[in-house]
């Protein structure tokens, strides 16, 4: 089991700045990749960016790239995501999530373990 502790929504103006941090604990020798992911009311679930966990390789949403950045700390378990420009419709909750174990990492349903989730608004 891996788990997942998120930190660092809240509320901010359009044009503001948000830094997440999602701290993994217990087997995390078995962290593959981690991602953030978001759901906004009546929407499904999507991935925002993930990051593999040796190599250090990202994948960003088309909507967030060039404004959000994701990084990983191995030696505290930890990955980040960096929200700079932020609009209205970033406004969701964000999860955080583990896969274990080597696959394909670009969806939900890719991902083993998950944080609560932390809220995030924009305020326009």
């Known amino acids: 089991q891996v788990q997942l502790v998120e930190s660092g929504g809240g509320l901010v103006q359009t044009g503001g700045s948000l830094r997440l941090s999602c701290a993994a604990s217990?087997?995390?020798?078995?962290?593959?990749?981690m991602g953030w992911f978001r759901q906004a009311p009546g929407k499904e679930r999507e991935s925002v960016a993930t990051i593999t966990w040796s190599a250090g390789s990202t994948r960003y949403a088309d909507s967030v790239k060039g404004r959000f950045t994701i990084s990983r700390d191995n030696a505290k378990n930890t990955v980040y995501l960096q929200m700079n420009s932020l609009k209205p419709e970033d406004t969701a909750v964000y999860y955080c999530?583990?896969?274990?174990?080597?696959?394909?990492?670009?969806?939900?349903?890719?991902?083993?373990?998950w944080g609560q989730g932390t809220q995030v608004t924009v305020s326009s």
């Open positions: 217990g087997r995390t020798f078995t962290i593959y990749a």
């Open positions: 999530a583990v896969r274990a174990g080597p696959g394909r990492t670009s969806l939900p349903i890719h991902y083993d373990y």
